[in-house]
Structures are given as C-alpha cells and as structure tokens.
C-alpha cells in the first residue's frame, strides 16, 4: 500500500502534515499532524485577565481578532461584566469584516488553485471569457481587452522562466475540469481579490487602530464616540465603514458569488467526496440582544448528529460532561492517564514528545502523532466551520439560511445531502459570506441609529479594576471564528491568570485520533477521495483546504514536567 | 533549455508597458522611497539588468500575520511585487505546490540562485529539545533555517517572531523560541519588528533593496532607519496633550472622547520605535492611538513581558525627539503601579530644557563612546 506524506500542506496557516494511505487509486486510512508548538498557556499564567486578550490574538494572525473576542468574553463572563450595546455591535462589525476578507482570501489564494488551472487560462479566448463573465455578473471589469491584458501579463509571467509561487503546480493534472475561459476568470479575480481584501479590513483599523491584530478591550471597545470631535469616532470614520460595508458587499456578490457558482458545476461529483464525520457543531455568534440572549444570535448555538436535521441538541460551554480534551494520541501526558478527557477548565498540559527523532520520513502513527489534542463533544468527533453554522442555522429553522441554502440547491439541482462533502463545505462559506455581508450593514443601521438616540457609550467601568473582582472566577467565552466554533476557558485565582485553555476550530478538525479509535474531520473526509497520481496530491488538498486549515492556534501548551530546567536563553 | 530570467524592464516591455512607461514607474519608486532625483539613474539601470529577484519565504514558530500584513500593502500592491518585481519561489501562505513539490521548488532556488537569493523569515526558532517544537517536512526548523540562511544573499527577519522571538519567547518561553539573528552569523540580517510590521513598511523595505540593490541603514538593533528611527511618542498627534498634561483617566470617559493622552492607561508609545505615528496602518487609515487603545510596544524586544499593558509606564529615558535608540541604549520599558507622580508631567517649557540636556548628554556619551573605541 502506497503512504503518500504531504507536508508541508500549503496555503494554509500553522504547519500541517498529512499522511494517507492509497489503494487501487483510493485513501483508506489517514492522519493528520500538527507539526509547531508554541505554548500560549503556559506563557498566560500568571497575567493580567485584562491583557489575555492581546495574547491569545497572537495564535493566529490569519483569523485575527476572533481569538481577542473569545478571550473578553471569557473574562467577561468570569467577572459577570455586560458591555454597552455599542461596543456588541463595534465587535460585531469587526467580526462581519472579518469573515468577509478571511472567507474570500480563502477562496481565491488558499483555495482556488485546486480548481483553477493557470496555465490553461494563457489559452483562453478573451472574448469568450468577457461573454462568460458578462452571463454570471455585472462585475464591470469585464471587456474582452481587459481579460486579453491580463493574459498578456499571464504570459509574459510564464515566459519569463521564473513561475514564483505558481511554481511546480499541478498543472495539466486531469481532475482540473474548467475551460481555460472560466480559468482566465479565476485568475483575473485572484488579483483583483488580492487587491480588494485589504480594503475591507480597514474596518478593524478604524475601530482598533490596526489591522491584522486590532485592539480589544476587556467592558467594551477602545474606541470612543464623539461626533463633535476629530479624535474620536465622528461621522467621517462611520460614513468610511459605511462605504468599506457597501463596497464589500458588491464584490462578494458580483465577484465571489458568482464565481463559485460558476465553478461548481464542473466539480458536481465533489459533492460526494470528502464528508467525512456526520456530526456539526456550532457556538453560534453576532449578539442582537448581548452576548447572554444566544436565542437571538444570528448564527444559532447548537450540535446535529448523525445528519439528523431534525433535531439540534444544546451546547453548554460550562458542562463539565460536553467539551472534552484527549491526548491518546497527542504528545502529551495527563496525570490520570492516557486516555480520560478533560474539560478545558481543569485541563492539563504536560508535554511528552515521543514522535521519530527528526529528520524522519513517517510518524508513528499507531503511538502519539500531533501536536493537536482532541476535543469531543459529549464523546462524538464533530466538524466545525462554516458547513456546521449552515447546517445549525437550517436545522434550527432559521428562514434566511434555509432560503439561501435551498435556493443555491435549486440553481445547482443538487440535493440536501450534497452538503456533506468537500464542495458543500466551500459552497457554504460562500453562502454565509452573503447574510454576513447584510448583517453587517444592518449592524451598522443599528450602531448610527443608537448615536442618534444619544447613545455613545463603549465601556463599562464598573470591573475594571482588580480590587472588584472576586478572589476566585472562572469563565467560559464562546464564538464562531470563520473556522468554526472558538472558545476559551479561563480560571482567575487572586487577580491573575491561574489556568487558561483554548480550543479552536482547526483542534476539532485537524486533530489525532481519539482513544476509542475515532478518526476527527480531515482524517475522516480523506476516506474515500481519489489520488488520480500519488506524486501530484491535488484531491487531498481539495478536501483539506476546503476547511481552511489554521493550525499554529490548534496547537496547545505543554509544560514539561511541570518545571523547567532549561532558563529563558533568549534574552 | 535553460531559460534566462528576464530583466524587470523586459518583463515590463513584454506586458506592454513603452520606455516612458518604465521611466515613470521607476521614478515613483523613487519618490516612493525618498530619492532625490539625481538617485533615479541608479534605479533605471538597476531595472533594466535584473532579473525578478528570487525570494524564499519561510515560516516557523509564528501566526501568519506578517504574511496577512504584507498582502495588505497599498503602495506597491502586493500583485505587483509578486508577478513583477520579484520570483516568490517559495512561501507555505501562497505557493499552488505542496509537500514535496514545493520542497522541489525551494531547492531548486537555493541551487540556481546560490549566494543570490533573498531569504525572508516570518517566526522564531524553537531550539529546544533539539527544535523537534517545529518540524516542516520531517525536518527541524532549525536545520532548515541553517541550510537556507548559508546560501542567502540577505535575511530579512519579519515581524517580532523573528526578530526578537515575540510571544512565544515570552516568560517562560517553553520551547527555546529564539530570534534570528542569535541563530545565524555571516549573512546580512535586517529585522524588520512588530506584530505585525506595518504593510507599508515590509513592501517599503523589500523596495528598498530592489532599487537601490543594498541593505537600508540600520540601527544598532538591526532595524531600518527609515522606519524605527522615532518613538512612537515623538510621531504621535496626540503629543500635545501629554505635554499640557490633558490625560486619559478611564476608558470613554470624557477625556477619551476628547482623545487626550493616553499615557496613563498604559501607552507604550514612549518607549516603542515604530513607524505608526508617521505611516500610521492599513495605508494611514488609523494606528491605535487614534482608535483610542495604547500602543502596546509590539515592535519592541520583550514586550510581552515588560508590565501589564494598562499599567503606565514609571519613567522613560531620553526626553529629546532627536534621540534614537542607539543614542539611549536599549529602552527598558518596565511598567510600574506606582503613582504618575513618578515621572512628572513637563511642561512645555520645562520639556524644552530637559531637551537639550539630554542631546547634549547623549552626543557626549557618544563621542566618549567612540573615543574609547578607537
């Protein structure tokens, strides 16, 4: 049996491995390995809970800002703290851009070139690709001379001898199924993509002076509101978010949109390769009533088993029976055992490398492979992102997503069930991309709205200094990162941070198996997808892109030993 | 066949662009970085006879932010710099290739272009345990980082991560994170801190060696002149307040609303060399002063572990706006809980004094500094 080693899996964040085993031009067995270490739990105890936001922002620099929300509201939650209803809706702008930029960066640059074929666009005819995209939007860059520039540029790129990054591609590769026309399309929009998502990010800046890595703010949001005054959120920095907003909106429905409807249905058959696991889990996120009422969140909190839509079962943060962590095949040790789980507030870290001295050619996958733990719910592997929101959302009997979802059905003539699988899982960030883009607007219908009503407030001030807070708390912040579900614990003893654990989208999906023998989300959705030519791993990076992997947040601390012999040499 | 990599002005001529075309994107590139305009010959020429530098990309102990940072870049965009002014030959963020392919890719650049390519590295390395913290492709990053960096022409260490070891570095720093420049000696290494830098200024610094075919000036801390030459203190537009002494005191509050200082809530601005004041973030949309939050020193070494953020800063040597980090010495930015009191708030008049004592103390210690070096 063939053992096919992709590694390093690109255009991804973090550092990811993947090890497959082929038979008769099929994987049969999988394993995913988080392959750096940081060690951000250890590095937060002992902090200031008001700093830990800025901290755990830095596991990821891909989804910034969604690992500071989860953390003021971790903190928040232990400290009983409720923010003004502007600094809900400033976290809920920040988040809609967010998603926006990071769901289309993953489109067109992690993504796209698993489906697009960039040598075959240099011959394409402009004129057929301009009718083509002229039928699919009214995206105005569209003229035949505008494509034939582009391919010119194409060219002169190629026959220059130096690819860059499109060096040493899969080009050619017959599960590439596009004309070079739609080709040319891709590539025209990865540019103007590239172009286009450092803008919509500049609602970050605004409301958190930079981007990526905005300021968050324990109580509220930084930024204050004075429409009288040049130093503070005045009418000028809202009309600027208001048009980021607008503008965002119209390239992800005239570019994005169209173009993933335009791409799927030369990949049909992806619409049964690469489901993988049958459970969803979803947080939810984007408070309409604050971050208590999750009845009105519009992405609603909730676990499918099974693919049962019809029912939703409850998610509890705080239940020590629900989220639990297992290292039976992480590089970790546990007190108690190699193979109990633990709830993240009485988490333990403890490193234990037992992995191949390196350089190595194979894991040893029958031991501990990863530096992922891995989560359960209540036992069950689950998948996260945006294929769970959806799935949540619709099972939930939320009337905008099931509209959305069975109209994008219809176009495609395709069932409910091609949503479990590699295609329904990139059609349903695109999807949700689409209500994000109105949410955020009416966010910021609500935001002026409440400014007009003589309502400036973004802080709450009431706990922010220590001697208010309680000699002991412990707290649980939930959200949706545009990967899926986030949530970080934390337990304050004496003013400081005494235990903190995060355990992120790309934990839930990316990780080893647990020590029942069951396999997370990628390891599973590989079972089963073609490998037309092992040498050329294109389908596996279909199928594993299309959770948008993000692991250098998945990978936990460990402590070694509980004490460290070694002294800091770096400084 | 071996095929010759063509010049940048080739590659322009081949996309269309004429002579007056090329003469006038060179001459932005040169008001772009601040040459005056006797320099634009030497950019010209340099255009004309280069082929598209080959660049390496590596990521190691890091989050991808330099990589988010760099794309965000407005002027030149970040298309522009990929297909036309240099080869990305390998970069985990972008590359189509993968495993072995793209492994395939990046030596074939470290053969061809030996002695010739730049190396830029987003992340610290771990060196602990042998570096088995971060492995990529079976190998250490380590072991890697010690293959690439002997055939390089130059490094450029992104970003905090690498060029002070940043979070993961951090008090107790578990795995040994160590920046570049402690790992890597006999090659050129140009730090280029924050978390992330500023887009415009890892394009700017790419730019840089592009047209002029050199390293920028750096400081003693091997940083770009042009970009952490001034505190972010010295930049700031809400300078004026901290001199009439008009401070935050409390989020929101009215002064907040007002945007005075924000020196009390814990700003690091003082003590932090960074270009935000002056470039400000995301093509000088805002930089978090002006979004009301305190600079929390992110392109200075040991930031993480200099104070909580909210805690102000005691005291901070070197008044003058003339000063430099090398005139100073390494800031020590620890924060205290200690009352303002400990630093009093100067005046205008008051400021001007302690000014030129401190120049006048500085450029002393400096002569006497270089006298004893010689």
Redesign the interface.
Known sequence: MARI???????????LRIEAEVQNGKIVNAYSSG??????E??LKG??P??AW??TE?????C?TVHALASVRAVENALNITIPPNAELVRNLMFCAQYMQDHV?HFY?LHA?DWVD?VSALKADPNETSRIAQSISNWPKSSPKYFA?LQ??L???V????????????WGHPAYKLPPEVNLIGVAHY?EA??W??EI??V????????????Y?V??A?????ID????INSERLA?VGQLLKDAKEFINQVYIPDLLAVAPYYLDWAGIGGGLPNYLAYGDLPTNGYADVAKFKFPRGAILNRNLNEVFEVDGSDAEQVQEFISHSWYEYSDGNDVGKHPWIGETK?N?T?P?????HLNVDEKYSWLKTPRWKGNPMEVGPLSRMLVAYASGRKDVQELVNSVLGKLGAPVSALFSTLGRTAARGLETILIADWGLEFYDQLLANIKNGD????N?EK?EPDTWPSEAKGVGLSEAPRGALAHWIVIKDKLIDNYQLVVPSTWNASPRDPKGQMSAYESSLIGTPVANS???LEI?RTIHSFDPCI??AVH????KGT?V?Q???? | ME????TIYE?MK???YNRRDFLKFASWMAAFIGVEASGLGKIVRAMETK??L?VVWF???????????F????HP???DI??DK????Y????????????E??LH?TMEKYKGEYLMLVEGSVP???????????????L?ILKEAAAGAKAIVAWGSCASN???????????????IH?LISGTPIINVPG??P??EVMAGTIVHLLAFDRIPQLDGLGRPKAFYSRRVHDTCY?RPNYDAGLFVE???DEN????YCLYKMGCRGPVTYNA?GVTR???G?????????GC?G?SE??F?DNG???QHLASFPGFGIETTADDIGVVLGVATAAGIAAHAVSTNIRKKKLISEEIEKNRIARIEKEEGGL
């Open positions: 080693v992709v590694d390093p899996i690109t255009r991804i964040e973090g550092h392959t750096m270490v940081r060690g951000f250890l590095i902090r200031d008001r700093d800025a901290f830095r596991a990821c620099g891909v910034t960066v640059h070139l960039v520039d010119k540029r060219t002169a790129f026959n220059s001898g130096q690819l860059g990054i499109f060096a040493n591609g899969y540019l590239l172009e998502q450092k990010v500049k970050h800046t605004i409301f958190g002076g930079k981007n990526p890595h905005p300021n703010l109580g509220g930084p930024c204050s509101v004075n005054e040049a130093n503070a600027m490193l490398y992995g001295k390196p350089p190595y050619e400036t407030r973004m802080f001030k922010w040498e050329q791993p990076l250098a947040c601390l460990y402590d070694e460290y070694h800091i040499q770096t400084f | 095929q010759k990599p063509l590659n081949m996309q269309g082929p598209r080959p990521h190691f102990q890091e989050c991808t932010c330099c990589s988010e940072s794309i965000r870049s407005s965009i970040v298309s990929v297909l240099i080869s990305l030959d970069t985990e963020t972008l590359q189509a290739a993968a495993g072995h392919q793209a395939a890719a074939a060196t602990e345990e042998d570096g088995i913290y971060c492995c990529i492709g079976g190998r250490t990053s072991d070891g940043c979070i993961q570095a951090a008090n107790p720093n578990p795995t040994g994170a160590t920046p402690k978390c992330p500023i887009a809400r409390s989020f929101d907040a609303k007002r945007g935000c973030w995301n093509n949309v805002s930089f978090p002063i002006q979004s009301g939050h929390i992110c070494a040991n993480w909580p953020f909210y």
